[in-house]
């Protein structure tokens, strides 16, 4: 089972930092390439970063590449989205999710089988 944590009010410029941890016997979140995804109002689901099953490279999406981070801790069963320069159109729910296929990581949904509840991000002053 996965859950997103971590989000909240922030101001504009202001950074977050977002969780994704997994529970369940022997549900390693190194094992699977997790995405991070947000729903905008109004939006479909937008695909915002990923990092891969093996080798762990990520890739993001390009409105937010220098300014989201994806980081793990497996001591922990969390992978993280540090969330930098924040700006009023990053306002939404967002996601984390799983799937097995080999590297490279996508961004595209539809892989994805596993898939946390949401937490909400507020940016605005």
Same mark, same amino acid.
């Given at each position: /089972?996965? /859950?997103?944590s971590?989000?909240?009010?922030? &101001?504009?410029?202001?950074? $977050?930092? $977002?969780?994704?941890? @997994?529970?369940g !016997?022997? !549900?390693?979140? #190194? ?6 995804f947000? /729903?905008? %109002? @109004?939006k479909?689901?937008?695909?915002v ?18 300014? !989201?981070?994806?980081?793990? #801790?497996?001591?922990?069963n969390t992978?993280?989205l540090q969330?930098?320069s924040?700006? %009023?159109? *990053?306002?939404?729910?967002?996601y984390?999710?799983t799937e /097995?296929? *080999? %590297?490279p990581?996508?961004? $595209?949904?539809?892989?994805y *089988?596993s898939? @946390? &509840?949401?937490t &909400? ?5």
């Amino acid at each position: /089972q996965l /859950q997103a944590s971590g989000g909240g009010l922030v &101001q504009p410029g202001g950074s $977050l930092r $977002l969780s994704c941890t @997994g529970s369940g !016997f022997g !549900f390693n979140l #190194d094992h699977y390439a997790i995405g991070w995804f947000r /729903q905008r %109002p @109004g939006k479909g689901r937008e695909g915002v970063g990923c990092i891969s099953s093996r080798g762990r490279s990520t890739y993001y999406a390009s409105s937010v590449k220098g300014r !989201f981070t994806i980081s793990e #801790d497996g001591a922990k069963n969390t992978v993280y989205l540090q969330m930098n320069s924040l700006k %009023p159109e *990053d306002t939404a729910v967002y996601y984390c999710a799983t799937e /097995q296929r *080999d %590297p490279p990581c996508t961004v $595209l949904p539809g892989p994805y *089988d596993s898939w @946390g &509840q949401g937490t &909400q991000v507020t940016v605005s002053s």
